[in-house]
C-alpha cells in the first residue's frame, strides 16, 4: 500500500532523511522508532503528502505521490482521506470552536447527509468515550482530551491508513492504555497503523513490525517489533533505551 | 467496539473545490520561514565585513542622501550603490531592485505634477534618493542574519531593551508561523471535500493563534519574572573588527569626500 523507494528530504539543505526503502502492507501495523532528530516526524509527514521526497519515489497504492499529483485537487483530498495524520502537538489539528464541529469537519467535507454526520460524530464520541466534551470548545480542554478529539477528528473520516506522530506524548497512563485499546480495534479492522513512538511501555502488543531509523536519517533495521525490543544492546547503540 | 462503518472501506470521490487560499497560505508561510531560516548569507559572501559597520555605512549614506542638494554627489550614490549591488549573487541583485525600483517608480508618479510643470531635475534627484535609500537598507538586511542585525544595533547604542522587543518579536513570528502552519496543513489534511464555509475554518485558525499567543505570553512573561526581570536588560556588546571592515570605511571616507567636494 505504502511503497517508499530511495526516498531522501531536507529542510533549507539539512538532510532529514536519507535513502529510505519502507513497504507497508495493507492492514499491517508498523512502529517507526529512532531518536530525537531521526526523522521520524518527516517520515510520516511524507507519507501524508504534507512534504515531497527530493530524491526518491513513493507510491501510496499504485499512484506516485508528487506535486504534480497532489496539485489535482481531486486525487489530494481522496488521498488525504485515505490516510489519516495525527499531529505530535494536538493543539495544532484542532481549530473549530466545539468537539462536535471538529469531529464533523471531515464527514461534512465529504458531503455525506448530515444524519449520517450525526452519526459519524456520536460513534467516535462514544468509540474515544468523549461524549461529555461534545459541545466543549477544543483549546480548554486537557492535554488527554485534546488528542482523543483530534483521534476522533480523522477517525470520522475513516481512513484505510492512520499515522500518528508520537501518539502517548505527555499523556498520562490511563489515558496511554485506553489509546492503545482504540488502535487496537482500529488494527482489528484491518486498517494499516504507522506510528512514531519512543514510548514502549503503553504500546504493547500493537505492532507486528518496527522501523529503526538512525540519527543519520537512515533505516537501520526494518524487523519484527519483539525482536527489536529485545535487543537491547542495538536500541541502547541507536540512542533509543 | 469500532462502529460498522468505521470498518468498512470508504467509498467516495471527492468533489471539485477551490482550496487556492490555504495553498497559498501554506507557500507564503513557508517562503517567510526558508528566509528567516536559511542558513544565512554570511558564508556566502566574499568578505566578511562587521554587521555595525555596514548598517553604519548604510546610515551615513542615507542620512548624506537627504541633506545633499548636489545632483553630482546624489549620482555619485547611485553608481556607488549600483557597483556595489553588481558584486553579489543574481538572486540577491533581484531581491533588492524588486524593492528598490517599485519604491522609485512611486515616487516618481507621486512627484509627476513637477515634471508637467517643468521641473525635471528635482523629481529626478528625489527618486534616484530614494532609489539608493532603499536599495541600500535592503542590501544590509539581505546580507546579513536576523542575529547580526540585531548585534549591530547594539553596536550602535540602540537601546537593550528595545533589541529585546525585537527579538523576542522575531522569534515569536517564527513560533506562531510554525504553529500557524501545523493548523494550515491539518486543515488541509482534513478538506477532503467542498468546505461551504471556508472562512469559518480560517478564522477558527486565526482564533486559535490569538489565543496561543495569548498563552505564549503569559508563559514568557512569568518565565522572565521567574528569572528575575525587572524591565532592565544588558547584553554583552561584541564588536569584532576585521581588515575587511576596512573597505565600508573606506567608502564612507570618499562618501564623505565626495560630499563636501560636491557642496563647494
Known sequence: MIDLRGVSCSYDGIEALSGINLRVRRGESVAVIGPNGSGKSTLLKLINGIILPDTGSYTFDGDEITGRRLRDATFAKRFHQRVGFLFQNADAQLFCSVVHDEIAFGPRQMGLDEAIVEVRVLDCLKLLQIEHLRLRAPYRLSEGEKRKVAIASILSLNPDVLVLDEPMNGLDPKTKRFIREVMLSFIAAGKTLLCSTQDFTYVEGLFVRGVVISADHVVVRDDEYQSILADHEFLGHCNIV | ?264
Not at chain 2, 471539485?16 to 490555504?22: I, Q
Not at chain 2, 559572501?45 to 555605512?57: D, P, Q, R
Not at chain 2, 496561543?212 to 544588558?234: I, K, L, V
Open chain 2, 1 to 264: 467496539m469500532i462502529p460498522e462503518w468505521l470498518a468498512r472501506n470508504e467509498q467516495y470521490t471527492p468533489r471539485s473545490d477551490r482550496d487556492a487560499f490555504v495553498d497559498k497560505s501554506i507557500v507564503s508561510i513557508l517562503g517567510l520561514f526558508s528566509r528567516f531560516r536559511s542558513p544565512g548569507p554570511r558564508g556566502r559572501e566574499k568578505l566578511n565585513i562587521n554587521a555595525g559597520v555596514k548598517l553604519a555605512s548604510a546610515l551615513l549614506l542615507i542620512l548624506l542622501l537627504s541633506l545633499s542638494h548636489s545632483p553630482l554627489f546624489v549620482v555619485f550614490a547611485g553608481a556607488l550603490m549600483l557597483a556595489l549591488l553588481s558584486l553579489h549573487r543574481g538572486e540577491l541583485i533581484l531581491r533588492v531592485l524588486r524593492v528598490g525600483l517599485p519604491v522609485a517608480a512611486f515616487t516618481f508618479v507621486m512627484l509627476l505634477p513637477f515634471v508637467v510643470r517643468g521641473n525635471f531635475s528635482g523629481p529626478l534627484m528625489m527618486t534616484t534618493k530614494v532609489f539608493v535609500s532603499v536599495s541600500a537598507v535592503k542590501l544590509f538586511a539581505s546580507t546579513e542574519e536576523w542575529e547580526s542585525i540585531s548585534g549591530a544595533l547594539r553596536a550602535l547604542f540602540v537601546p537593550q531593551l528595545f533589541i529585546l522587543v525585537l527579538d523576542i518579536t522575531i522569534k515569536y513570528l517564527l513560533l506562531l508561523g510554525e504553529y500557524s502552519l501545523r493548523m494550515l496543513y491539518a486543515l488541509k489534511l482534513r478538506s477532503v471535500g467542498r468546505n461551504r464555509n471556508k472562512t469559518a475554518s480560517l478564522s477558527g485558525i486565526a482564533g486559535i493563534l490569538f489565543l496561543q499567543s495569548r498563552e505564549m505570553a503569559q508563559d514568557m512573561y512569568a518565565a522572565m519574572e521567574c528569572r528575575c526581570f525587572t524591565g532592565r536588560y544588558r547584553a554583552r556588546r561584541v564588536a569584532k573588527f576585521s581588515p575587511a571592515d576596512l573597505v565600508p570605511l573606506m567608502i564612507d571616507a570618499l562618501l564623505l569626500l565626495v560630499f563636501f567636494m560636491a557642496r563647494t
